[in-house]
């Protein structure tokens, strides 16, 4: 996937964000998940406290129960729906890690080319360099 501590040559930490991607993040959705499955076990025993057997008054739903059959779905669709999104995040931080990395690596390059090219004038007009100065990059 790449090399995620090349951001350190810049002063990046990338493994932040792969760690959050990678362990906290599935964390996190998995949280979501639990919670849909919750939500609709909880919608379920409701709407089964709303249906009457059969030996009280025909048997069936009450009127009230599709009604919290539907909010249940909601409910739990939302959450799934959020759960998806951490989903993503957790990609998008991996994306994320993995363009900093490559672009960390061309920017460093870049650095230490303008660095041996750098010059000045004295007051003249003529070229003066400026002594390459080694910087822990």
Do not use: W
Not at 82 to 89: K, M, P, Q, S, Y
Not at 122 to 136: E, H, M, Q
């Amino acid at each position: 996937m790449g090399n995620y501590l090349s951001g350190q040559l810049l002063g990046a930490r990338l493994e932040e964000l792969v760690r959050a991607a990678n362990a906290e993040m599935p964390v996190v959705q998995a949280a979501f998940y639990r919670v849909q499955g919750k939500v609709q076990y909880a919608a379920d025993n409701v709407l089964a406290a709303f249906t009457r057997p059969a030996d009280f008054d025909g048997g069936g739903g009450d009127k009230h129960a599709d009604v919290i059959s539907q909010m249940g779905d909601i409910i739990a669709g939302c959450v799934k729906e959020a759960g998806h999104n951490v989903e993503l995040t957790a990609e998008a931080l991996r994306l994320a890690a993995q363009e900093y990395a490559r672009t960390d690596q061309a920017a460093r390059a870049e650095l230490q080319k303008l660095m041996n090219n750098d010059y000045t004038q004295d007051g003249s007009g003529n070229r003066v360099d400026i002594p390459n100065i080694k910087l822990a990059l």
